[in-house]
């Protein structure tokens, strides 16, 4: 059964496309950590719109969990059609202060993960001659990178690597795009613990996940490798690539939210 793949799908981002998908007629498969806030978000769309919606409680960050969600979604008989890798987090605390196996987890979910899981439902996409790959990159991947922080090198690696599988796969009807928002309305500064510094930026500067995750798939479709979603994100895109590194290292200190 063609289903959409939502890693992520908790909260946020991850929701908001899970809700989409599921308007348009999709069947899902919706992974995250937290199991009751998914088997909630699944009755919601299943009442809504009649669809079929699978959960899988599992933590990416474990070397182990692509491979489980792979083996559950072919015991359920699904064939992944869309996939949404927004599974993501960022450390709380510099990259001295922070301990080897936090390091390695932020690296398994947001960087070997989001690879293994493209690398095992592609030849399924390619044998069907169709397919749609959406990876959570960052507006952080084409800006300064931030000091301490692991997020600017794993968003970057997200979007070349978009790009290049795009390349690779778009003959076979298969298109990837890397998703590259600003500010998002959603819990994830509080994760990360910068919560009151995010509480400072303007408000001109935040989206909607809903805003977000409507270009996002619109870009897909029509086969776009990159989206930066809102008009104030892409005028920042647009201002920072030029930044010397001299700057660079000063906006990377001024604007760390661990300084």
Excluded at 13 to 25: C, D, N, S, T
Aim: charged share 20%; glycine share 10%; proline share 6%.
């Amino acid at each position: 059964m063609p289903t959409a793949l939502i890693t992520g799908a908790s909260a946020g981002i991850g929701a908001a496309f899970a809700r989409l998908l599921a308007a348009e007629g999709h069947d899902l498969l919706l992974v995250a950590r937290r199991a009751e806030r998914l088997e909630s978000l699944a009755e919601e769309l299943r009442g809504a719109h009649g669809v079929r919606v699978d959960v899988l409680a599992v933590d990416l960050s474990r070397p182990e969990a692509p491979g489980e969600v792979i083996a559950f979604a072919d015991e359920q008989g699904l064939q992944i059609e869309v996939l949404v890798n927004n599974a993501g987090m960022a450390a709380s605390t510099t990259f001295v202060e922070s301990d080897w196996p936090a390091l390695a987890g932020e690296l398994q979910l947001m960087v070997t993960a989001v690879t293994e899981l493209m690398h095992r439902v592609v030849p399924g996409m390619k044998m069907r001659g169709r397919g749609r790959i959406i990876n959570l990159s960052s507006l952080a991947a084409v800006s300064p990178p931030g000091a301490s922080l692991l997020y600017s090198g794993i968003k970057s690696y997200v979007l070349y690597v978009s790009q290049s599988l795009d390349m690779e796969l778009k003959p076979h009807g298969i298109h990837v795009t890397a998703l590259c928002p600003g500010f998002t309305r959603s819990e994830f500064h509080e994760a990360m613990g910068a919560g009151e510094a995010a509480s400072k930026i303007p408000g001109i500067l935040w989206q909607q996940p809903e805003d977000v995750v409507r270009e996002g798939w619109a870009a897909v479709n029509k086969g776009k490798p990159i989206c930066i979603p809102g008009t104030v994100n892409k005028v920042v895109a647009s201002l920072t690539r030029p930044v010397p590194l001299r700057a660079q290292y000063v906006l990377g200190r001024e604007f760390n939210p661990l300084a």
